[in-house]
């Protein structure tokens, strides 16, 4: 039986819009009010005033140094299972769900909240473990300067065969839901208990962190309602995209490591989570809207391997957040959006009524898709209330199929980071190898070595029990020095000409710097003024990324490309910052420990074996 979402406060009433609807003259000088940046306790959260929120909170509060105001506590429950999904219309095909829906229930809470997460793990024969993807979960005062350390990324061959087999505190690293990291998985039959604060607001997602899980759908949508930095009437909620296979995620995960071709293309896409197909069945996903209103829409990249471009025919729409981030808001006909990274973005319904396709390209130049061979538009249909129930014949700008980041991102709140560096030790090489071995297994590796974690023994369990005794390839990299500022330098030196969407946990880095080829090593070109901050972001195909932030969090803090094939692949490292202050930082471990024992349990009566990083 499907567990049911136990208790949900909606504190929403601002939300609604009465009256009659406002002619689009009104609507078109309804800009963003957003010219005074003081938090301001006078003013009500509303259409006009979205910049508002709380007494001393609003749009202008840098919600990385002042915990937001304390809210109301919600609960989910959410159940894993092993079932079928027909999301184009093209037939059955094997899937793992939540709570027997894809996308999974949509988490909704307020700035400041509680939120209280059930997950059951009911498959009969995987673990699980779910993360709750862009949520930091501290809040600190960096300072001081910042020190240098590097990454390389590149390629060889690797060892035979992976099997490794060796109340609580709000915001901290063991709520992260990262199996061998920040706990021991979920075993089957069995239920582990998240709690985290929100402390940023915005859009996001949940999925699973177990192998290449997500991919067999194992994944939902998070609201966190907030003040905004554009001005609408009404919140459409969230529209996930993302790349469709017919086969299972595991077969695809299985072949892709063993093939030097790299994984198949998808065979279609989903737009909140349905799409037609390419023999004419399926359907696509309708967004009604009255006129002459403005609407926020929460686009999320949630795809497996697939870079988006998006646009409304005719919709040229506001861009107000990237991530958690609110930016300064800008207008855009196209956006891009690599996998993990979400936009919230503005519409205003002031086109003849009609049909208009929410037209959806892709990142050709970084990946294909099966669908496209049958010509057929991508995307979902956004429809004005009473119009024909008909595809539209809306054309639209030009979608482009390049792979890389939005620029010129400009946090609303500004911050820096300190434009002194000092050099450092170590280096993070981003590398691919072909295994040597009978198995031949295909693996990324970071400075020579690729991430492989031990699910019964998690990083977090060894630094719990006061041990540094952590394996190779767990990939540990050091922050030791409270407050500090660390610039990662992450070059690519592989053969293999992939972008890679770099998504940070615990944590938004800010992007110093960005290129193809070496970095020079100078400052020349680094931006330490308000540069863009996130918490995933591309690193360029045979390039490189400056990223910095500050030890201000104590945990095990995994990165990793969100390409789920490459995190397979052990492209991920972990941070172990300010290790010593962990244990005391994290308080009860009783749910932590009962995991482990559970999963410890389960352990040897396995069916499968681990056959990849694990994450
Ligand atoms: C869906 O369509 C493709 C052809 O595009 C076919 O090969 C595939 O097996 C079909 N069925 C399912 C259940 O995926
Ligand atoms: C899901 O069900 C299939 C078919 O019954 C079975 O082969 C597979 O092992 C199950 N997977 C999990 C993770 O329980
Ligand atoms: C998870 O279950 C799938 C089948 O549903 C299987 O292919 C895969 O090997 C399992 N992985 C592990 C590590 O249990
Ligand atoms: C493959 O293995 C051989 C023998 O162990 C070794 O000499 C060679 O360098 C390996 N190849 C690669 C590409 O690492
Ligand atoms: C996507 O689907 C969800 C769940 O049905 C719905 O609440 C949401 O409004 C849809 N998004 C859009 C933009 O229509
Ligand atoms: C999602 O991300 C992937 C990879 O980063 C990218 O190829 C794809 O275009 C993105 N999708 C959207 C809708 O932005
Ligand atoms: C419709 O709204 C957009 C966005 O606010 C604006 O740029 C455009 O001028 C408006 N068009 C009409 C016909 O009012
Ligand atoms: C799992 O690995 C163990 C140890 O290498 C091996 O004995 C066992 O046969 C493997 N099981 C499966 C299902 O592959
Ligand atoms: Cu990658």
């Known amino acids: 039986m499907l567990l049911n979402r136990v208790a949900y406060l909606l504190s929403f009433g601002s939300l609604a819009i009465a ?39 609003s749009i202008a509060t840098d919600f990385d140094a002042k915990a937001p105001p304390a809210g109301k506590t919600v609960t989910y429950n959410l159940e894993v299972t092993n079932t079928t999904i027909n999301a184009d219309g093209n037939g059955t095909k094997p899937a793992m769900l939540i709570n027997n829906q894809y996308p999974g229930p949509t988490i909704r809470a307020a700035w400041g909240d509680t939120v209280i997460v059930n997950v059951k793990n009911s498959l009969q024969h995987n673990g699980t473990g779910i993360h709750w993807h862009g949520l930091r979960r501290n809040c600190g005062s960096p300072r001081g300067r910042l020190q240098l350390l590097h990454m390389v990324l590149s390629s060889a061959p690797h060892r035979s065969s992976v099997n490794l087999i060796v109340e609580p505190q709000l915001n901290t690293c063991q709520h992260d839901g990262v199996p061998g990291i920040t706990e021991c998985p979920i075993a089957p039959g069995k239920t582990r208990q998240y709690i985290f604060r929100a402390t940023q607001f915005g859009t996001s997602w949940y999925h699973s962190h177990w192998s290449a899980q997500y991919g067999e759908g194992v994944l939902g949508t998070i609201i966190i309602d907030g003040p905004a930095t554009a001005n609408y009437d009404e919140d459409l909620g969230v529209l996930p995209l993302t790349d469709y296979y017919y086969k299972p995620a595991f077969e ?73 981030v609110p930016v300064k808001s800008f207008v855009a006909s196209q956006l891009t959006l690599n996998i993990g990274q979400r936009y919230d973005v503005v519409i205003t319904t002031n086109q003849t009524a009609g049909n208009y396709w929410f037209r959806v390209g892709l990142g050709t130049d ?22 024909p129930d008909v595809d539209p014949s809306s054309t639209g700008v030009t979608l482009a199929t390049h792979c890389n980041d939005e620029e010129g991102l400009v946090p609303f709140v500004p911050n820096s980071v300190p434009a002194s560096i000092i050099p450092g030790e170590a280096a993070l090489a981003l590398a691919s190898k072909q295994d040597n071995s009978t198995e031949n297994l295909f693996r990324w590796t970071i400075d020579g070595s690729s991430l492989v974690v031990p699910w019964t023994q998690p990083s977090l369990k060894t630094t719990l029990e006061g041990s540094d005794n952590f394996h190779r390839e767990e990939n540990i990299y050091r922050m030791p020095t409270k407050d500090k500022w660390y610039l990662w330098h992450i070059q690519q030196r592989t053969p293999i000409p992939l972008p890679h969407p770099i998504h940070l946990h615990g944590h938004d880095f800010y992007i110093l710097g960005r290129g193809t080829g070496e970095w020079d090593g100078t400052t020349t070109g680094l931006n330490f003024q308000n540069p863009t901050r996130r918490d995933t972001a591309m690193l360029p195909s045979r390039g490189y990324l400056l990223m ?60 499968y074996n681990q056959t990849d990083s694990g994450i």
């Open 19 to 57: 009256g009659a609807l406002p002619p689009s003259r009104v609507i078109a000088e309804r800009q963003a009010s957003t010219s005074s940046p003081v938090p301001d306790g006078q003013c009500t959260n509303g259409p006009r005033t979205r910049n508002c929120w709380s007494e001393g909170f």
């Open 252 to 324: 695809i995960n299985e072949q892709a490591q063993l093939s030097r071709t790299g994984p198949p293309a998808p065979d279609n896409i989903l737009v909140n989570g349905t799409h037609k197909n390419g023999r004419g069945g399926g359907s696509y996903s309708k967004i009604v809207v009255k006129p002459n209103k403005k609407y926020r829409v929460r686009l999320i990249n949630t795809s497996v391997d697939t870079t988006f471009h998006v646009s409304f025919d005719n919709h040229p729409f506001t861009v107000m957040t990237s991530d958690f």
């Open 366 to 387: 970084c990946g294909d898709n099966n669908i496209l061979d049958s010509g057929i538009p991508l995307g979902a249909i956004l429809r004005y209330e009473g119009q």
């Open 548 to 607: 910095a932030f500050p030890a201000d969090n104590p945990g095990l803090w995994v990165m990793h490309c969100h390409i789920a094939w490459h995190a397979s692949q052990g492209l991920s490292v972990q941070f172990l910052e300010r290790k010593d202050e962990i244990k005391g930082a994290i308080g009860s471990t009783a749910e932590f420990d009962k995991g482990c024992r559970e999963w410890n349990e389960y352990w040897p009566t396995r069916v």
